[in-house]
């Protein structure tokens, strides 16, 4: 791994980002794209970067497009495609999961329904069908309130 800025901080983010479930090599990329040059990365700029092979870059960098936390740049006059972070990725990923919560939500309720033996259990899915609901409509919310504060700070 060369002298990039921000390397510790990055592994570290990336590890607490792994703790919470996201794969690791994915979160390595990620977290790496937060410290790049204003360009981006090349994929075998990553590689170098993180000290992995191409193979390893490839499919995390795959991944993280698919779930458009990352973007690829193509830039006139050449042949390899950059990386860099979309703006707003983690409003977008956190306001994009909103209708997973309803939906789960809604499949907490069904179980409950069904158990009805169990009233211990009944309560507690309906405690977290609750929770999920309030997610679902405060996310969102919460994405906008945090965009009209940007907005209010670049003024």
């Not at 390397?7 to 090599?25: C, F, K, N, V």
């Not at 790496?32 to 204003?38: E, H, I, M, N, T």
């Not at 009233?119 to 679902?136: E, G, H, K, M």
Request: net charge negative.
């Amino acid at each position: 791994m060369g002298d990039h800025p921000g390397t510790a901080p990055a592994e570290q983010a990336a590890a607490l980002l792994a703790a919470a479930g996201m794969s690791r090599m994915p979160a390595r990329v990620m977290m790496a794209l937060v410290g790049s040059p204003d360009a981006g990365y090349t994929a075998a700029e990553l590689g170098e970067r993180l000290g992995v092979s191409p193979a390893a870059v490839s499919g995390a960098v795959r991944y993280l497009v698919s779930m458009r936390l990352i973007q690829r740049v193509s830039k006139p006059g050449e042949r390899r495609d950059r990386y860099d972070l979309v703006d707003d990725a983690w409003a977008g990923m956190i306001t994009a999961n909103a209708p997973m919560y309803a939906t789960l939500a809604a499949a907490m309720d069904d179980i409950a329904d069904e158990n009805v033996d169990a009233p211990l259990s009944v309560a507690r899915a309906r405690d977290v069908a609750d929770f999920l609901r309030y997610l679902a409509e405060r996310m969102p919310l919460l994405a906008d309130e945090w965009q009209a504060e940007r907005q209010s700070r670049r003024r």
